[in-house]
């Protein structure tokens, strides 16, 4: 079993920044793939970005060039640094575990944060 606790999330104007962080516990942190999705009122879920294990990372299109995700293996968190944010960034981001990369970026992963609100205003 893990568990995940996202912090960071808020209210930003648009062009701002904010930091994401998720913190895990209860497993071998470094052995799994860790993502970061996001829902919007009235829209599907998506993958906003993913790291592997070994540090390999994945970008949804929305967010490349804007969004960096990193992790910490000796905290065991992962961080979301979103920058530049729009109005569409409006969500809320769930962080997201499993030792399966393939399931992170399918959105099957099997350890799911409780998810924290980001509100980007125009």
């Known amino acids: 079993q893990v568990q995940l606790v996202e912090s960071g999330g808020g209210l930003v104007q648009a062009g701002g920044s904010l930091r994401l962080a998720c913190a895990a516990s209860?497993?071998?942190?470094?052995?799994?793939?860790m993502g970061w999705s996001r829902q919007a009122p009235g829209k599907q879920r998506e993958l906003v970005a993913s790291?592997?294990?070994?540090?390999?990372?994945y970008y949804g299109d929305s967010v490349k060039g804007r969004f960096t995700i990193s992790r910490d293996n000796a905290k065991n968190t992962v961080y979301l640094q979103m920058n530049s944010l729009k109005p569409e960034d409006t969500a809320v981001y769930r962080c997201?575990?499993?030792?399966?990369?393939?399931?992170?970026?399918?959105?099957?992963?099997?350890?799911w944060g409780q998810g924290t609100q980001v509100t980007v205003s125009s």
């Open positions: 209860g497993d071998i942190f470094s052995i799994y793939t």
């Open positions: 790291i592997t294990n070994g540090g390999s990372t």
């Open positions: 997201n575990a499993d030792k399966r990369a393939g399931a992170v970026v399918s959105g099957l992963s099997s350890y």
